[in-house]
T-cell receptor, first 113, second 113 residues
Framework: AQSVSQHNHHVILSEAASLELGCNYS??????LFWYVQYPGQHLQLLLK??????LVKGIKGFEAEFIKSKFSFNLRKPSVQWSDTAEYFC???????????FGKGTRLHILP | EAQVTQNPRYLITVTGKKLTVTCSQN?????MSWYRQDPGLGLRQIYY???????DKGDVPEGYKVSRKEKRNFPLILESPSPNQTSLYFC????????????FGPGTRLLVL
């Protein structure tokens, strides 16, 4: 079955540290890839997305993600995190231009001031 | 302002008492869907709708019903709620299903006693 794996359930970092959150998916065909963020008490918002083209995608608030097709990965990165980045992050995949989106279980990120 | 609204935001009910959670979007989106969010399980899709009168099951449809009589509304119906349906529910909409960004509502926190 198609699935999305986020390797880290909880991550704790200090401000200014670099961040990388892993995301792997289990589908061999064409995929659309997303990262969503959910700040405490709020709904999900799109951080960035990849459909085609340059595999390095830049999103809002200094986040970027790199699509590596050979590794079935779409890792999220930020060079220097801020306290306001404390949130839960969800990777999501839509296989083969389907209409069914599959979410990972989320990574809860906590930034220490 | 473009938005997805859900009502109620918080609901406490008892086992077996039918309830409806409403969802409305003002962006003329064709695609709408319902998710439940549970700790450690991430987001799981309950039902989705490609357009008016077109609905389909997601990953966890048991115990839920939906209808799509109008483009803007997509209510979620629990005919006989049970405690295992205690969860945080999100409605989402997008213009072209998997090919575009999903916009999420603020969430409905449901407690079934």
């Amino acid at each position: 079955a198609q699935s999305v794996s986020q390797h880290n359930h909880h991550v704790i970092l200090s401000e200014a540290a670099s961040l990388e959150l892993g995301c792997n998916y289990s589908y061999g065909g064409t995929v659309n890839l997303f990262w969503y963020v959910q700040y405490p008490g709020q709904h999900l918002q799109l951080l960035l997305k990849y459909f085609s083209g340059d595999p390095l995608v830049k999103g809002i608030k200094g986040f970027e993600a790199e699509f590596i097709k050979s590794k079935f990965s779409f890792n999220l990165r930020k060079p220097s995190v801020q306290w306001s980045d404390t949130a839960e992050y969800f990777c999501a995949v839509i296989p083969n231009r389907d209409d069914k989106i599959i979410f990972g279980k989320g990574t809860r990120l906590h930034i220490l001031p | 302002e473009a938005q997805v609204t859900q009502n109620p935001r918080y609901l406490i009910t008892v086992t077996g008492k039918k309830l409806t959670v409403t969802c409305s979007q003002n962006m003329n989106h064709e695609y709408m869907s319902w998710y439940r969010q549970d700790p450690g399980l991430g987001l799981r899709q309950i039902y989705y709708s490609m357009n008016v009168e077109v609905t389909d099951k997601g990953d966890v449809p048991e115990g839920y019903k939906v209808s799509r009589k109008e483009k803007r509304n997509f209510p979620l119906i629990l005919e006989s709620p049970s405690p295992n349906q205690t969860s945080l529910y999100f409605c989402a909409s997008s213009s072209r299903g998997g090919l575009s960004t999903q916009y999420f509502g603020p969430g409905t926190r449901l407690l079934v006693l």
